[in-house]
């Protein structure tokens, strides 16, 4: 039988490692041609030889989404390398966790820029492709997207403007043929909490999911899968995913 995604094209923002670069395993898997984008340009290379061996066709992007200009670019050179863009899936982000007092701004400007505007720029990039091939758009938010805790306030607020940016769209787009899925994971094992810069922040979020069962890159991927490999006819517009350990 053929495969679900045989002759579909994706773009997979953050695909150097973690959920960005599972996802590529997982929509590749399904018979999809893949452009992975991400600022680390060596490890996707190294990610884009392992697919292409696999028999995927590839197209590698060194990508940073806060630049618009080069989301422009990226978007343009995908359709010219694959044929269009019938999945995108909006996956860079960064968490730089820590308190409002004495906050450095960079680090608000840096997730401001990175999860929101250009998850924002890509999609309005892509959108009069995913338009033309009454594609999915798939906004990776997070449980921050819906529950508050203190030492998140800017992190929070990028994911509740996520959620709210992609409800838009939805009301927009749905009846055009465009579907617009959420995926909101909890706590998952990847290379985020290791960016954060306030080092009591870090160690006291550290030690609170110390003796969790984090949820694993590959257990997204595989509701990424899920929700793009759902009939025409059918949205699945919003996935809360979180550890069974986690309150």
């Known amino acids: 039988m053929p495969s679900a ?7 997979i923002t953050g695909a150097s490692s973690g959920i960005g670069e599972a996802t590529a395993r997982a ?5 999809a041609a893949v452009a992975i984008a991400a600022r680390r340009v060596d490890r996707l290379r190294a990610l884009g030889e392992e697919l292409t061996a696999a028999g995927t066709k590839v197209h590698v992007l060194e990508l940073d989404v806060a630049d618009q ?22 996956n860079a982000g960064v968490m730089l966790l820590g308190p409002v007092e004495d906050a450095d701004t960079s680090d608000w400007h840096r997730m401001i820029e990175t999860n929101l505007l250009g998850l924002m720029y890509m999609t309005r990039a892509a959108l009069p492709h995913l338009l033309r091939s009454r594609g999915t758009v798939v906004q990776m938010s997070s449980i ?4 508050v ?18 409800e838009t769209l939805r009301q927009e787009v749905t009846e055009r043929g465009v579907r617009v899925v959420v995926i909101e994971p909890g706590t998952t094992d990847t290379e985020l909490r290791g960016h954060i810069t306030h080092a009591p922040t870090k160690a006291a979020y550290e030690e609170r999911i110390s003796k969790m069962r984090k949820l694993q890159s590959e257990d997204i991927a595989e509701a990424v899968r899920y929700a793009v490999t759902a009939p025409p006819h059918a ?4 996935i809360f995913i979180r550890p069974t350990d986690q309150v």
Do not use: H, M, P
């Open 5 to 11: 995604l045989q002759g579909k094209v994706a773009l």
């Open 27 to 31: 929509l590749a898997a399904e018979g």
């Open 69 to 90: 200009q080069a989301v422009d670019e990226a978007v343009r050179s995908t359709v010219e390398a694959l044929g269009g863009i019938d999945i995108l899936v909006n």
């Open 144 to 147: 921050a997207g819906r529950v």
């Open 149 to 166: 805790v203190r030492n998140a306030a800017v992190y929070q607020a990028t994911k509740f403007g996520v959620n709210a940016f992609s």
């Open 235 to 238: 949205t699945v517009n919003e």
